[in-house]
C-alpha cells in the first residue's frame, strides 16, 4: 500500500482509551476505530494483521486434523433455555424478537449449537474422534467495555469442539489442542503460560487459561521466576512455589485462550449419543477450546512496542517492510522506491510506501508508529550516493547501509530470517 | 480429507426446501444445515467452497486498488435515524436494546456506517478516489426466508464503497467495479449480465444489477438470444430488442450483485465532506457495490448440476480431486491411496479420500453428490493392474486409464488444465 492514498489514519494523540497502551496505540496507528462503547472497525492496516493471525490459528488447528466450519451468530432461545445457561447469562445474553415473535440470540459462544449440530449429524462412532471449529464475530452485552478490543460487545473468537465416545479420547484431544495452542501463541510472538481455571459459566470438570504476562494486563497471577511457572492467582495471599519452594511474585496478566474439558455436561441435556461398537448408546464426551483471536491483536502490542509506536512481530505485521522516500520531490529516489515497492509486492510480500509530501519527521513518527519489522529509507542523499538504510525497527544500531543493486536481496533475506 | 471422519453429511434424500435444487443439493451433499428458519450453518466442505469465493473476490478487488477492512455488525440507531433509513427499512431493519437502554441494529447494510468512519478520518483530498470493501454477515427479518442460502436472515455480502471528490471520479470506479464483477463472476464459473436496475432504498441515481441465468431463479429479465444482452424485466409487457429488434424471451435469474451510483446520498445527510487542492469544501461522491457471497454458492450450484449431484466448477470447489478406494479390504490399494492423498496435499491441493468401509455403490453416489471437478477411482482390480481410473465429473466418456507411475502428473496436469 502506498500511505498516499492508503487508508490508515494515523493520529499524533489519542483521547480515547487512556488506560491502555495497546488501545491507544491501536487508534493512533490507524488499525481500529470505535464506532459506539463496545463496538470497534478494523481498518484495512488492523485488519491484514488480524487476517494473518487467523491464517495462523487456521494452519495450526487444520495440521492437527480440526476441521473448519462456520456456525451462525443467530441461535433460538430455545437451545439455550435447555442447558439453562440463559439464565445463567442473564443481561450479557443479547436477545431479540423477530417479526414471527421467534425469541432470537446473539451468540456469546456456540456450545449448544455445535452439541445440536453434531447431534443431527454424526452417523457413526468411526467418525470420532472429530474436532470442529470456526473463527466467528460473537457478541455480549457488557457492563463496562473496555480497552479497546481487551473487552468489547462485537468480539472474534475462534472456538473449536472436541467429539469423542469415552474420556481417554477427551484427553488426548485435550493435550493436542493445548500443545497446538502454545505453537498458535508462539508464532504470534507471545509466550504463554497455560495454567488451571476456573470453568465458570462454560462448565466441565477441569479448565486451563492461557495467558501472557503484560503490564497493562486486567488478570493477575502468580509466577514463579525460578521455574518459569505460572499459578492462579488468589486474592491476599502469598503463596510459595510447590516445586522450586521460592516465593511467587504477582504479575499482570492477559487471558489469550481457554480449554475445557466439558464431559457430558451438554451432550447430556441435549441428548447428544452415538451407538458404540458394541451397539451400545453412549452420550458423546466433549472438549471445547476458545482463543480470543481479536484480542490478541492488542496483547501483541502490549508485549511489542516502545515509546514511539508497535513493534510488529515478523508473523502478524500487518506489513513485511516499510520504504520511506524522504524526499519525493527527487524524481530518481522515487523512481527507484516504486520499483522497489514493485519487486516486493511481486514476491507476496506486503509492502508499505511512504510516498507522501510531508515533512520527514511526520514520516519518522508515523512509520516508527506503524511498526512494520523492516524499515527501508531512501534518503535525500540518494541522486548522489545510490545508497539505502535498511532498519530493523525493534533493534536499534542495526542500520544496513545498502546499494541499489543489493537492495532486493538484501530485504528479501531480512524478512526470510 | 478422509470421508471415514470428515465431517461432510451427506443424505439420499432432503426434505427441507423441495422448491430449490440448489437448497436441496446443498443439504444433500452435506454443505450447509439449517438451524431454524432462515438460518444456516456452514460444514466444512460448505465453508471450504465459501472461502475460496471469498479469496477469488478478495483477489480481483485488490488487484484494482481495493482496500479490505471490517466494519461491526452492531450499529447505533442515530445513525440510521439521520438518513431516515430505519424507517424505510421498517421490520426488516432488526434492533434490540442494551442493557444501558441504547439502541443497536444489527447490520443489514453499511453505507452509514462506512459515511461516518469515512467522514472522521479522511484527512486530505489526496487520498481520493478511495475504494473500500468488507466481506462481512448481515442480517435481515426477511418475512419469509426460502431456498435455502437465496433468501436468508443471515447472509454473508461483500459490500465496496468508493469515494470521490467528483462526479468523473464516480464514473471511473463504477466501471472499475463492474469490470471487476464480471471477473469475478466468470472466476466463479457465472456468466453474468450486467443490467439497469431501480437503485430501492439504498438510492442514488444509477443502478445495475448482475444476474446470472438460471430456471430457479426468482428475478425474470428479458433477454435477446440474438445478441445476448438482458433487459430488465416489466409485468405483463412482451418487448423487443432495442438493437436487434427481434423478440425478447422471458427468463428466470438470480442476482448475484448490485451496484449503485450513491452520489452524495449519505455524504449530504451525514456531512461528509473534504476541502479541494482550491481549499474548497466538497460533499464527496459515493458509489456502492454489492456481492451476495453466501448467494453465490447456491447460484453456482442451480447452474452448474446434474441429477446425480453437483458439477464444481474447478476454481470454487471444496475439493480439486476426489480419490475413492472400492475396496479397503485391500492394504496395496488403501496403501497407494494414501500415499496419493499425501501427494496431492503436499501440491497443496484440496483432495478428499473416500476410505470408507461402505460399499461401492454408496461411494459412487457421494462422489457425484459432492462433485468435485476430478474423479480418481481406484478400483477392485488394483493389485493386479496398477490402473487407476480418472475422470472428469462434468464430461461423459472421458474415462482415462492411467499406470500408478503417471497417476500424480496426470492427476496435477488435469488440476491445472
Not at 128 to 141: E, H, S
Amino acid at each position: 500500500m502506498r500511505l498516499s492514498n492508503a487508508f490508515i489514519p494515523t493520529l499524533r494523540e489519542s483521547n480515547q482509551d487512556k488506560e491502555s497502551i495497546s488501545a491507544s496505540l491501536m487508534l493512533r496507528s490507524g488499525l481500529i476505530r470505535m464506532l459506539t462503547s463496545g463496538v470497534y472497525v478494523y481498518l484495512p492496516s488492523g485488519y491484514k494483521a488480524l487476517k494473518k493471525i487467523q491464517s495462523i490459528i487456521r494452519e495450526e488447528l487444520d495440521k492437527v486434523g480440526c476441521q473448519e466450519l462456520l456456525l451462525s451468530v443467530l441461535q433460538p432461545i430455545e437451545l439455550w433455555k435447555l442447558t439453562g445457561r440463559d439464565k445463567e447469562l442473564g443481561q450479557t445474553l443479547i436477545c431479540f424478537n423477530d417479526r414471527k415473535s421467534r425469541t432470537l440470540c446473539l451468540g456469546p459462544t456456540h456450545e449448544e449449537v455445535i452439541t445440536d449440530l453434531i447431534k443431527n449429524n454424526l452417523f457413526s462412532y468411526r467418525q470420532l474422534p472429530l474436532i470442529v471449529y470456526q473463527i466467528q464475530t460473537k457478541f455480549r452485552d457488557e457492563i463496562r467495555p473496555r480497552a479497546g478490543l481487551m473487552r468489547s460487545c462485537e468480539f472474534i473468537m475462534k472456538d473449536a469442539y472436541s467429539f469423542d465416545i469415552d474420556d481417554e479420547g477427551l484427553d488426548k484431544n485435550y493435550r493436542r489442542m493445548c500443545d497446538c495452542y502454545k505453537k498458535i501463541f508462539s508464532r504470534c510472538g507471545l509466550n504463554s503460560y497455560m495454567l488451571e481455571a476456573d470453568p465458570g459459566v462454560i462448565g466441565g470438570s477441569m479448565s486451563h487459561e492461557f495467558m501472557v504476562m503484560s503490564e497493562s494486563g486486567e488478570d493477575k497471577l502468580f509466577f514463579c521466576e525460578s521455574c518459569d511457572t505460572a499459578f492462579a492467582y488468589q486474592e491476599g495471599k502469598s503463596a510459595m512455589c510447590p516445586e522450586c519452594k521460592k516465593s511467587l511474585v504477582t504479575k499482570n496478566a492477559i487471558e489469550l485462550g481457554h480449554t475445557f474439558k466439558l464431559g457430558t455436561k451438554y451432550s447430556k441435556v441435549q441428548n447428544a449419543t452415538i451407538l458404540d461398537d458394541q451397539g451400545k448408546r453412549r452420550t458423546l464426551i466433549m472438549g471445547c477450546y476458545g482463543i480470543g483471536v481479536s484480542r490478541l491483536l492488542p496483547a501483541i502490542i502490549d508485549v511489542h512496542h516502545d515509546d514511539k509506536g508497535i513493534i510488529w512481530p515478523k508473523q502478524v505485521s500487518p506489513f513485511d517492510v516499510a520504504i520511506v522516500v524522504i524526499d519525493i520531490s527527487k524524481p530518481e529516489a522515487l523512481a527507484f522506491a516504486n520499483k522497489l515497492y514493485s519487486q516486493l509486492e511481486s514476491s507476496s510480500k506486503d509492502v508499505l510506501l511512504d510516498d507522501r509530501d510531508v515533512r520527514a519527521g511526520v514520516k519518522f513518527n508515523d512509520i516508527d508508529l506503524i511498526g512494520a519489522p523492516i524499515r527501508v529509507i531512501i534518503g535525500k542523499d540518494w541522486e548522489n550516493s545510490k545508497e539505502i538504510e535498511i532498519s530493523l525497527r525493534g533493534e536499534k544500531n542495526t542500520t544496513l547501509k545498502t546499494k541499489e543493486v543489493d537492495a532486493l536481496e538484501n530485504i528479501l533475506s531480512l524478512i526470510e530470517k
